[in-house]
């Protein structure tokens, strides 16, 4: 079973923006934050309030009198639990990905096998070795007008120079 996320994002401006977040007092969102980050670690929470107070570690009282529509407003309460949409989502989200990015590596692991097994050499793709493919596009260049018409620069240019030449030419010398 692979492991939880260990964090989710919370973008502090949109929720301070949020009207029911700015109407809570202060003793709503103590209960609100603690739902919340109950919610992403355990998934859900007891709809029931006396549990729910033992759950957060809040006063009965506390709790009766903090869960209000505002802090609700976060939550889905199906009667035996209250979860967290936008956190189940996000969650699922980071689970898909996750699941992608194991198919993606799955995926790249064999074609990497595949290739290394199509190639003995290990040969970088586009390498020009002496091949029979290689050899006959040389020869074919070799017998062609372009090389026929410019063979003599070709040929200077292909063979090694010496350098002093060079800084002779470059009046580095």
């Not at 923006?17 to 003793?27: E, K, P």
């Not at 709790?63 to 936008?86: A, H």
Request: proline share 4%; glycine share 6%; charged share 30%.
């Amino acid at each position: 079973m692979p492991r939880k996320a260990p964090a989710f994002q919370c973008y502090a401006s949109n929720l301070i923006a949020d009207s029911h977040y700015r109407l809570m007092s202060i003793t709503e969102r103590a209960i609100w934050i603690s739902m919340y980050l109950e919610c992403w670690c355990n998934e859900k929470l007891p709809s029931d309030r006396y549990q729910l107070s033992k759950w957060l570690g809040f006063a009965f009282e506390d709790v009766k009198q903090g869960l209000s529509s505002n802090v609700l407003y976060f939550f889905n309460d199906d009667g035996q639990f209250i979860r967290c949409p936008e956190l189940d989502d996000y969650r699922n989200e980071l689970n898909e990905r996750r699941k992608k990015q194991t198919q993606g590596g799955i995926k790249g692991a064999r074609i990497k096998k595949e290739k290394s097994l199509g190639q003995p050499n290990s040969e970088p793709e586009g390498h020009l070795g002496e091949d029979s493919k290689d050899k006959d596009s040389k020869d074919k260049f070799l017998k062609s007008d372009v090389y026929l018409a410019n063979s003599e620069w070709i040929d200077e240019f292909s063979s090694p120079t010496d350098s002093s030449s060079y800084r002779h030419a470059s009046k580095g010398y």
